[in-house]
C-alpha cells in the first residue's frame, strides 16, 4: 500500500471502503503479531545470556573462589543454626504445652522452680577443676586426711568464632576427717 493515501482512488461505496479498512487492519494485525513475536525471541535471548553468565561466575567462583575449608565452616554453622532453631521450637512447643496445661484448671499458684536445661551433648566440652586451698579449721593441710564428698559442676557455653564449646568448671568439695570441715573453691 502506498505511503499516502489518493483519494481519489478510493471508492465511493461505504462497503467496500469498510471491507478495505478490514483487510489493512487484519495486515497491521499480523505484522504487529510478527513484532511481537519477534521482541519476545529477543528478550528470551536475553535472559538465556544472563542465566549463562550467572551460571560462568558460580563455576569461576567455586573453581578459583573460596577454599573448601571455609565452606565447610559455613556448613558447620549452618548445623549450628539448624541446632539453635531446633531448640527454639522446642522451648515455644513445652512453653505452649504448659500454657494449655494451666487453661485446663490448674491452679497458677504452683511454680516449680526455674532449672536451666541441659547444654546439647553433641558440643565439645573442656573441663576445668578448680582445686580448694586445702587448709581447714584444724590446720591440717595433708590430702590423705580429706575424703572427696561430691563436686559442682557448672556448665558455661562459650561462643567462640565460628564454632561452639562447652567448658565444665568442677570444684571438688572435701571434708576433712579430724575438724569435718568442708573444703570447696569459690
Known amino acids: 500500500m502506498a505511503s499516502e493515501l489518493d483519494t481519489a482512488a478510493l471508492p465511493d461505496d461505504v462497503e467496500t471502503l469498510r471491507a478495505m479498512l478490514a483487510q489493512r487492519d487484519a495486515l497491521i494485525a499480523e505484522r504487529d503479531a510478527a513484532l511481537a513475536e519477534r521482541d519476545a525471541e529477543l528478550r ?27 565452606l565447610a565452616a559455613e556448613a ?31 491452679s497458677g499458684n504452683q511454680r516449680k522452680p526455674a532449672t536451666r536445661r541441659p547444654l546439647p551433648e553433641h558440643l565439645p566440652r573442656e573441663t576445668v577443676v578448680h582445686e580448694p586451698v ?37 570444684r571438688p568439695r572435701y571434708a576433712c576427717r579430724a575438724c569435718e570441715a568442708m573444703l570447696q573453691a569459690p
Not at 51 to 63: E, F, H, I, Y
Not at 78 to 106: F, P, S, T, V, Y
Request: with cysteine.
Open 44 to 70: 528470551n535471548a536475553g535472559y538465556e545470556i544472563e542465566k549463562l553468565k550467572v551460571q560462568l561466575a558460580t563455576l569461576r567462583r567455586d573453581r578459583y573462589g573460596r577454599s573448601s575449608e571455609k
Open 76 to 106: 558447620d554453622q549452618l548445623e549450628m543454626l539448624i541446632g539453635d532453631l531446633e531448640e527454639d521450637q522446642a522451648e515455644r512447643e513445652a512453653a505452649a504445652a504448659e500454657r494449655e496445661r494451666q487453661g485446663k484448671g490448674k
Open 134 to 170: 586445702l587448709a581447714c579449721r584444724c590446720g591440717c593441710t595433708d590430702p590423705a586426711r580429706l575424703t572427696r564428698l561430691g563436686e559442682s559442676v557448672t556448665e558455661v557455653l562459650e561462643k567462640i568464632p565460628a564454632r561452639l564449646k562447652v567448658i565444665r568448671h568442677v
